[in-house]
């Protein structure tokens, strides 16, 4: 008998998540995709996601408006209200076998607890892993609700086990992003159109030389010192000569930090040879993480996407303390020698092969393969 | 400075489960205790305990009218998500250090969701404990919110510290509950009044004589097996031929199998020595406690109450198998001899001394006393 | 091209109001009938209505649960607000032409604001009547957003009209309720089985002599009357010695007053002709309208369905002032003389032939004759 | 006693209508002000008008975040809903006497709704006027619930009273915004610094000169010939060679015709003496109305504020055409010969005499002088 799928795709993140799964989830003879678009994948100003999923032949079964205005704390816990008031009348009309949320977002919650007070089997994808603020709870809490786990990671795996899942539900399947990653890079193993450098600022040169990139956002338990952090990177990739690529950081707490270590790097120091984006398309960024000489900074990129690709990457500070990782990746502290050593040695080692630490490109093949055969235990009961 | 409390209550249950706490609280010199009534507290069909609240002497900040009626499992997240939507407001105005939610009901996860996403530190009593049911996962997905916890016994508190939260986070303090027990003995040995027979039907005997306990409920994962699993422990009474009361089950399901094998005893036995009662108030069942010569059954309260009073008990079949338990009961399977020979050793015994596995009669006092000291980390991380 | 026509069934009186229409929209080749159970329609406690349709043949379209329980002021306020949430999104998936709204309960506004907001076309039954209470600002209210008004009687044409809608989207139809009372009179002209007496309490008679009838209601602005105003109305009973069944008040304000009035006459007046009944099927009820030689009171069911049975009644004092009514009502001041006096002209006059004020028994296939052809104006504007 | 009341802040414009009446209110002695701010008065993308609120001397009391994101009517009635839910709990803590709502956005039915359920008079502002759109329907329902009705013209009071209103109730006061413009004109006569001109595009020009203003909207109900309607205009005033300002359309379907003619007559015709802007402060929009030599188009203002200043003015076309209005307007057609002709003949007669038509500047005060002494009648009826 053909199992009901119910994915909920909330917001832009969770539709690159989840997007090979739901694809193969509509392909596989056993299963039927149902697509409930809600949150900020609804509204225009986050980018209207719903049109895209649409656009990729996914049918939106369900429209769920649940998103409070005000950008607050209070409003992330009433939006979660509005989707447990209307969610579970979707989930009567639309009856799944099984329900599938996506990582740790507040929105989640609304998801995993309607599917879970209506008996309806959860399947959780990227739980396991560690990071930080309330993303953090979130993500346990799915895991303490949820009867079918597809962690990213052998890591985040050990941890859901340990949180007191029956190892049996504990599927390792890699993270479905990397799937992505994997399409883009068969599709298009040159993504970088002469274009590139026409968004952006500073020094432009050829790509096909090697070239450095640096990715570094504001650490928020470490709040005031971002601007040191930057410089060290800045300074060690200064001192090597070589061209580079340069992100600007994200929005975090410390953003302004950072920023500031940027700009006055660039009064001061000669930046011919180094492009500074602001926003780089995904698609770009993966294919410059392909062909760069090495990935410095603190992005997850850089362990993730990097131990697929084979990046050879320096990863700076304790941002990603915490996180699983491949041989591609060595730690280093804020020290602009430290850095521009480590560059050094990856320059001489130059680019990886594959560790499928976070996925071979087959996740979303995986997640459906075991949700047409798996069986799970409706009352769930901790191991211990 | 003096911290704000905030504590949640949200239906009978929650009430007793928090009321010596609330109490010592509102004495303590630096907290100040706030009452939020919601769920169905406020609910004249539920008894309004609200009006209970007020009478003992706790003024009412904030009621929140929550509960969507239907009682299914959809109206059960809607009621969820009603609570979403108003606790933080009511939060915002209140402006708490700390949020106590209690135990693990559906609308507990409305009281944790908000003040999580509210950056407020939760406190949590009762959890880590191992039942069946939503409220499993319920209780170990606010293990995974709460800042400080409160288990009831030793148990509870390693399985904790087992999901990951820090050791120091967690305080061992007893069941709150079991506060009011030591009250109710301290304030009246013999709370049974001359009336007690009045209710109820069967045989009437005198209580200063040794005399039997049974309350036994269905068991939902054995779903079809009551009549012969009471009629069993029913025959082991009879047996015994000393006089007896015996409860009728609760309403989980299955519920209507121990029934028809009690009436079916009734018709079938002399039950001119067993009296059976439809409902006993609280009081009366603590009292009964404290004088029977043997419980026998499946009720948690032979196990948490009874190693408080030192109630000899004898504990059937599977319904409490993971609970912690004292040296007050001893466990047999659904047989009449077994369960006859246990009841014989329990009389040969006598009663037991006071064992705190779920609390001295002061965890009211503790909670209060750490909340006032305590520190703890808002933004929380697991342990491994 | 085939018209939707979405009706929202909310409450048992609701629903007879507009199950004749119900049946004559599925049985009409132009029409399509989408019913959406919402409020109190779909729950146990207040009759599961939702059932009752199902069985009557309407399939379910949606299940909106929006009652929250508390039955206070500020509840019926959140309830109203949970069918604002939940209807948008039912109304989005059905798509109707029309929505179809009834009377004046609360509940009636989530179901106008929704369509309204929506831009969808609404049609209203029973509006333009008078009463008070909140009823009477949400009956004008909802006149206000609707676009197609199928008032009751002729009075509530004119009223709908006054307040400045355009005549032609008012279409007289009469009271869907009397299509219920005339199938019923047809179908079974003496509904009274031998049992009617088993229920109630006092005197039994035979049907076929001449008997009164008394349904009187407390009247809220009149607060601290009823005893001495149901006093005068059984005294004139009394004196007139004939038999009579008499009804219990209802629960609004001041019932007690009125069943205090009753207790007292039953104590100290021979009651071997009179038989009291709490609860009467609607079904008997109307059967005795049809067969009482005088139904004496203040009930509506004198001037609505009394219009159309020609049941010679008596109406006392202000209840229904405002309502229209035909020759069959005689209207008296509280007082003993002057209501024996009227009854005894109604005795001498005998049964009356039908007046269709509320309607000739076939509303309900108007409403659906005009449904498929009447065409509207959605951006609405008053015509003075 | 003092008279608690509560006005309920839900965006800017309702501000504006409502911030002279708070002011009155708060420095009345018989009465305390109580500030509900809510929908997008709380939104920082809408300007955050609570910090307005707040940074005028008002104290907010609650704080209703209601707003559901999506800007589509399921949103709009899910946003109302949200409102429904909270602004009980709101009005329970608060306790007022009176609620004050304003005008006729989707969100006041909130705050009529919430008042009317509890049982709380509600007063209204700016009823019983004719616009179109769904705002049409939505200040009707309002008037059927408000207990005391502040309508700014004398047009207005008259429908309320024919919408069945008790005249008593209705108490003609102005427009509350009128008071804003008095405050200014007295303020400061000459509010147009010399910087008026860095914005915009186009000729610049001595406002000490005779000059005209043009500010014209699409017809939404003649959708497509925006395009054809502002040509007429333009041409007239270019005939006319005189110089003006003219002001970019508002975002009403059909902006993009209007816009479209705008641009094709500054490519075709020289602009040397029209300057065009596309945003123009409240305050210069009011000091330009007050030496303007003739204010063309179809905007209110040159009615409702026009009035009060006394600018000459040309109301071209239907957009205004149910509107009360005082001898300051010429009503001509979308014809450029008539539109001139009108012009010149408003230059020949030259300002107007101050017309109290909607208002004398007064209207707050008079509001809160009569929410000190009214009385109400909480249970409404129909006057007819």
Redesign the interface.
Known sequence: MTRKICVVVGSRANYSSVKSAMRAIQQHPDLELQVVASA?A???RYGAVVDLVEADGFPIH??????????N??????S?????????????RLQPDVVVTVGDR?ET??TT??A????IALAHTMGGE?????D??IR??????AHIHFPACSDAAE?II???ERPEDVHLVGCPRIDLVAELLERDKNGLGPDLFKEGVGGKFDLNQPFLMLSQHPVT?EYGDGEQQITESLMAIYQLDMPAIVLWPNSDAGSEDVSRGMRKFREHYDDSKIHFFKNLPADAYISLMNCTACLIGNSSSAIREGAFIGTPAVNVGTRQS?RQRGTNVFDVDYNREEIADAITDQLRHGKYNMEPIYGDGHAGERIADILSTTSWKL????T?
Chains 1, 2, 3, 4 share one sequence.
């Open positions: 900020s609804l509204i225009d369900e429209r769920i408006y649940m998103l409070v205005e005000g950008e704390p209070a409003t992330m816990a009433k979660t209200g509005m989707g447990l008031i209307e969610l579970p009348t979707a989930f009567d507040f919650m609304a607890l309607a879970a007070y209506m008996n560690v990071t930080g603020t309330i953090e709870s346990h809490a799915v895991t303490k609700f941890r340990k949180l007191g338990t915490r009352q769930k009961q901790i211990y």
